[in-house]
């Protein structure tokens, strides 16, 4: 296959495809999928950012497959090969076998380091063993990134950055309210604007984590997209700053199923009551604690799309979406759905683009979410939405 800048090796699909023509990536004896193509020229966007800002940059991808990821950072964003040392592993021999020779089919000779490890081991190793603090750790793995976060968070160096991508998207929307609380600690259940508050879950439980090191988290940026979501998150250190990032950061999402109202609130707010919600009289359902504060760094998202702009060979796909996560994170709240409400005035449900529109030009930051085609974020009350509705 043929990638960014790099050529790589992979499993030829059709040998691992079912008797029905089904295919999964994970069937093959490694794992590439090419769905995730936006995921990784975002990444390599980033590295290409990061570089911009400080020079010497140690990358580590303990769970890189093919080695696509680290393949094109080393292609796309640092082709000098000076600025950059890789270190890639993965738990799979064969995963590493095939990692070395896409290393060699794309000449990349300096500064690049694989190891047959798991990812807790390799990052613990690294850091603790051999004294090597890495700037960037990337965590991919298949379903939920949650047993590689605490590895992560500590070993990463100081503001440096942790990406994380999870594809257990049910569990982080709340399908199985168990399974949420048990796996990342979060009460809740799922809600219309499931997907914004998946993002807010996985960084409530990041941040979480990363205090257990008194270190805090700044998300630069996150977004949903397809079966996953991805975040990157810049870590510092400070166990002040963690107090007050936690108590200013975590707090309730109140959400109603019925009509797709909903606010974030602080924790303090007793979220035991059941509250009754102001726009259709149904219930209110509390998701905690979640992730209140902004989910990405406006200066930073806007630089990100600058460069993949002159990244040329990117997908189109990607520039799009980042313009859209731009639009998105600026406003910093969650999804109201207009087929919801307009189901409960019992109007028609009209364009997003006019809703966004007249919200915008009674001077509210409001955007046209790219999760939900009926979706729009807005900082305006529900009045003033609701008045632009009608209109
Ligand atoms: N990052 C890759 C990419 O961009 O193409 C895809 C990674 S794939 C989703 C997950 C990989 O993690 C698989 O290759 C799997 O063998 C590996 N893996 C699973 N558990 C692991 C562990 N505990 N430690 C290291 N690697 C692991």
Same mark, same amino acid.
């Given at each position: ?82 600025? #950059? ?36 081991? &390799? ?57 949420? &609380? ?61 107090? /007050? ?20 609130? $602080? ?11 102001? =726009? ?35 997908? /189109? ?13 600026? =406003? ?7 087929? $919801?409400?307009?189901?409960? &005035? ?25 999760? $939900? ?8 009350? #529900? ?6 509705? /009608?209109?």
């Amino acid at each position: 296959a043929v990638e960014g800048l790099a050529k790589i090796c992979i499993p030829d699909p059709q040998l691992y495809r079912r008797e029905n023509g089904l295919y999964e990536p994970s069937w093959a004896p490694v794992f590439y999928n090419p769905k995730m193509i936006e995921n990784r020229d975002i990444c390599v966007a980033f590295l290409k950012m990061m570089l911009e800002e400080r020079r010497d940059i140690v990358v580590l991808d303990p769970l890189a497959a093919t080695g696509v990821r680290s393949i094109r950072i080393a292609l796309e964003a640092d082709p000098s090969r000076d600025f #950059i040392a890789l270190y890639m592993g993965d738990i799979s021999l064969n995963a590493v076998e095939i990692m070395r020779h896409n290393i060699e089919l794309n000449n990349i000779n300096k500064n690049v380091f694989i190891r047959h490890a798991d990812a807790n081991e &390799f990052i613990y190793q690294l850091v603790k063993r051999e004294g090597i603090a890495p700037s960037y750790i990337d965590i991919d793995p298949f379903g939920s990134p949650a047993p590689f976060v605490y590895a992560a968070l500590n070993g990463v160096k100081r503001d440096g950055v942790v990406a994380l991508t999870a594809t257990d998207l049910a569990v982080l929307e709340g399908r199985y309210k168990s399974k949420l &609380f048990r796996r990342y600690g979060v009460v809740g259940v799922k809600a219309v604007q499931s997907k914004d508050i998946a993002l807010r879950v996985l960084l409530s439980f990041i941040v979480r984590a990363a205090a257990i090191y008194d270190r805090y988290i700044e998300p630069v940026i996150s977004y949903a997209m397809n079966h996953y979501v991805r975040v990157y998150v810049k870590v510092s250190k400070g166990g002040l700053k963690a107090d /007050k990032i936690l108590k200013n950061c975590l707090g309730v999402a109140w959400c109603c199923t019925n009509c797709s109202y909903s606010y974030m609130d $602080y924790m303090e707010n007793n979220i035991h009551r059941s509250v009754k919600c102001p =726009v259709c009289g149904g219930r209110l359902d509390p998701i905690y604690p979640i992730w209140i504060c902004g989910i990405g760094d406006e200066k930073h998202i806007e630089k990100l799309i600058g460069i993949a702009n002159e990244m040329y060979w990117l997908q /189109k796909s990607s520039r799009v979406l980042l313009e859209n996560i731009y639009r998105v994170s600026r =406003v910093n709240s969650l999804t109201t759905r207009l087929t $919801y409400l307009a189901k409960v &005035f019992k109007i028609n449900v009209p364009s997003t683009y006019d809703v966004v529109e007249c919200l915008q030009q009674k001077g509210f930051r409001a955007s046209r979410s790219y999760i $939900y085609s009926d979706g729009v974020a807005t900082n305006a009350s #529900i009045n003033d939405l609701i008045e632009c509705m /009608k209109r």
